[in-house]
Each structure stands twice: as structure tokens, then as C-alpha cells.
């Protein structure tokens, strides 16, 4: 764009601002009010936002006046960022504020354009539009990352806070020694609802992310309607999430957790029993994680049998050995042979999808499977679950300490 064309642009819009910025003000209110009725729960939803909102005029005139400026989040905005955390809003509801007055900013000044008085020719409306539109949206880029940013900050100051009350809390809860009601009343958690837990620890005991950040991130993901969390120690965060059925799965599908950190997950269940039990599930799915070789993701579901059989590693080992055989030894080669079965298994038997899974050829795969079945002296029943639990619990065994 020409440095005239670009100075005429400046000029307008800057010159727009300063008389109708009030007027755009209250059509974000209204447009944020209307599609996150969420925020209803602060003590003056309208006033506090008008306030935040007001606050940005003079930022959007100094990006619209210097192309070179840098975005600044004013400390009203600021505010009231920080006091979502005290209004119980979640993240999700802040980033959909947000997202939702940069929409009616872009909307309003096209409108604003598209009628104006100043008689603007098609070419000049375009490249006004295009001018204030990469302005906005780089305003808006720069100041929503600070307001997140002052939101987890509040929230894990006041975390802090309560976290000793929160986990005395919580351990009465999940032990039976602290009454539903005033548990609920102190934690803000509703029980009469269905409840996921999961725990998150940092296995590299380094510390360099924090396990907050990463559970606000799930959260998101899940799109919860209540989410709880405390710290059972400086490694470990346990948390509780209520949300819609079938949430969970798509939600971690994709998850990339940060490097050292893992996370189980129980199933989900009602109420407060469901409470404790979904927490025992994701306890329960964090040592077979253990067992197993430390998987960055486990949820109970996946490994509900493999946890309950594990339970007593005698007994484990002596039905790994009576259900495997020589394939139950603790070398490379039985081990290479137990993981080509089990991923065999999983495939219903096929050589073909083994050898894609395994990244091996498919003779490979089939003489594998030859040497397995002279060593079972028998041909493998693909529908034996005792077959495919002692494999599972052959895993685990591998990864133990020796016994003393």
C-alpha cells in the first residue's frame, strides 16, 4: 500500500475512533453479553466490561495513528481478566470474549465504512478495510495473549492460596471423613454430577512446566462445565472434570503432552462415589504406566483388566509362565516374540497389518509367529483372553524391580 494511501487511511480511522468509539463499545458489550451468558456471574458483568472495553480505545487509535506501535494490555482490561478467576469463569470463557470483540471491532468498522459519510470510492474502502483489519488483528493477537497470560497468573496465585484448604478438602472427601455438602461448599464442585479424574505427574523431576498450565490445557480441550485440581505433592496434580458424555476421547486424541509429563485418566462415573472411584481408576492407571514403561497417556479403560491382574506379582507371574511357557523368560528374543504376538492379536491375526504396525516384512512377521507356536506347542487361539492378559501382564513384570 502507498505511504499516501496508507497516511489517508490512519487519518480516517483514527478520526472514526475518536467519535465513535463509544458507539463501538457498546455493540461489543452487547455482542459479548449476548453470546457468553457465562460471565452473568460477576458482580457487574456489564459495568466491569464496559470499563475493559473502554480501555482499548486508545490502544486501537495508537495501532490505527503508527503501524509501528506495540500493542499494550491497559491495566482495566487487565482487571478484568484477573477477576474471571475470581468469578469462576473458565479460560474457555475468556478466549470466547475475546474472540468475540475482535469479531464485532472488524464487523463495526466494516459497516461503519460501508455506510460512511465520507463518500469513499470502492478502491478506497478496500484498502482502508485491509489497512484496519491487519492493524486489528494484530492488536488483538498481542493483547488477548497478555490477557491470558494475567488470567493463569491470577489463577495460580489464588491456587496457592488455597491449596492447603483445597487438598485437606478433597482428602476428606475422597477418605469419608468430611461431609458432601460443606465439601462442595468449599471446593466449589458440584457432586450430584458425573465426574472424570485424572492425575498428571512430572516424570522427569526437573519441574520445567508447570503441571497447571498442562491441566488448564485439558480442561479446554474437554470442555468441561466444572473442573477441579490439587496438588498431592510437588510432582503430582490430581484433578476432576464434569463434562459431556463421549468428551474425552476426541479431546486427547491428539494431546502432544510436554516433554516428562504424563497423565492418566479413570472412566467416568456419577455422583460421589463416582468421585472416589474415577480417581482410584486413574490411580490405578498410573502404576500400570509405571509397570509398563512409562506411556506418556493411560486411561483406565485401556488397562482396567491388565491393573486388577497385576495386583499380586506372584501370582501374575505364575499365570504369565503357565499361559506362555518358555515365552514368559526375561530375554530379548522372548520379549521381541511376546510384543510381535500381542500386536498380532490386536490385529485379528493378521501378518500383513503386524508387519505394517511393527515396520517389518511379512515373512518376518509369519516366521515369528511359527517359532511362537513351536514354542507354545500349540497354535494360538486369537480369541484367548487369558492369552492376551498374560501377554499384558508379561509387560508389566518386565518393567518391576527385582523382588528382594
Not at 506495540?70 to 478466549?95: I, K
Not at 469513499?120 to 489497512?131: F, Q, V
Amino acid at each position: 500500500m502507498a505511504t499516501e494511501t496508507t497516511r489517508h487511511c490512519q487519518h480516517l480511522l483514527v478520526d472514526w475512533m475518536e467519535q465513535e468509539g463509544s458507539v463501538l463499545v457498546e455493540a461489543q458489550l452487547t455482542g459479548i453479553l449476548g453470546t457468553v451468558p457465562e460471565l452473568s456471574k460477576g458482580r457487574d458483568p456489564e459495568g466491569e466490561l464496559r470499563v475493559a472495553l473502554t480501555s482499548h480505545l486508545p490502544g486501537i487509535r495508537r495501532a490505527f495513528r503508527d503501524s509501528s506501535s506495540v500493542a499494550s494490555l491497559p491495566s482495566e482490561a487487565e482487571a478484568w481478566s484477573r477477576q474471571l478467576v475470581h468469578d469462576g469463569s473458565s479460560l474457555t470463557t475468556a478466549l470466547r470474549s475475546f474472540e468475540r470483540g475482535h469479531a464485532d471491532a472488524s464487523q463495526f468498522i466494516a459497516r461503519a465504512l460501508k455506510e460512511s459519510r465520507w463518500r469513499l470510492t470502492p478502491e478506497a474502502r478496500a484498502d482502508i478495510m485491509e489497512y484496519a483489519s491487519a492493524r486489528l488483528f494484530e492488536y488483538a493477537n498481542t493483547i488477548t495473549a497478555q490477557a491470558i497470560s494475567a488470567y493463569l497468573d491470577e489463577q495460580a496465585g489464588l491456587e496457592r492460596q488455597d491449596e492447603p484448604s483445597r487438598l485437606r478438602a478433597v482428602t476428606g472427601l475422597l477418605q469419608g471423613e468430611l461431609d458432601p455438602r460443606m465439601a462442595e461448599r468449599s471446593l466449589s464442585y458440584r457432586l450430584d454430577a458425573s465426574h472424570l479424574g485424572y492425575t498428571l505427574w512430572d516424570a522427569s523431576g526437573v519441574g520445567r512446566v508447570r503441571l497447571e498450565t498442562v491441566a488448564v490445557e485439558l480442561g479446554t480441550r474437554i470442555d468441561h462445565w466444572q473442573h477441579l485440581t490439587v496438588r498431592s505433592d510437588s510432582g503430582t496434580l490430581n484433578g476432576w472434570l464434569s463434562c459431556r458424555a463421549g468428551n474425552l476421547q476426541p479431546a486427547v486424541h491428539d494431546l502432544q503432552l510436554p516433554p516428562g509429563i504424563h497423565a492418566a485418566f479413570g472412566s467416568a462415573h456419577w455422583g460421589l462415589s463416582g468421585f472416589r472411584l474415577t480417581h482410584r481408576e486413574a490411580i490405578e492407571a498410573k502404576h500400570v504406566s509405571h509397570s509398563i514403561g512409562g506411556q506418556s497417556l493411560t486411561m483406565y479403560d485401556d488397562v482396567g483388566v491388565l491393573a486388577l491382574a497385576s495386583r499380586d506379582t506372584e501370582l501374575a507371574s505364575a499365570f504369565v509362565e503357565a499361559h506362555l511357557g518358555s515365552l514368559s523368560a526375561d530375554d530379548e528374543k522372548s520379549r521381541i516374540l511376546r510384543e510381535t504376538l500381542r500386536v498380532f492379536l490386536q490385529e485379528r491375526g493378521s501378518p500383513a497389518a503386524t508387519a505394517a504396525r511393527l515396520r517389518l516384512h511379512r515373512n518376518t512377521v509369519v516366521k515369528r509367529i511359527e517359532k511362537i507356536e513351536d514354542s507354545l506347542d500349540t497354535p494360538i487361539d486369537r480369541g484367548s483372553l487369558n492369552l492376551r492378559v498374560a501377554l499384558e501382564l508379561a509387560r508389566t513384570l518386565s518393567h518391576r524391580p527385582p523382588q528382594p
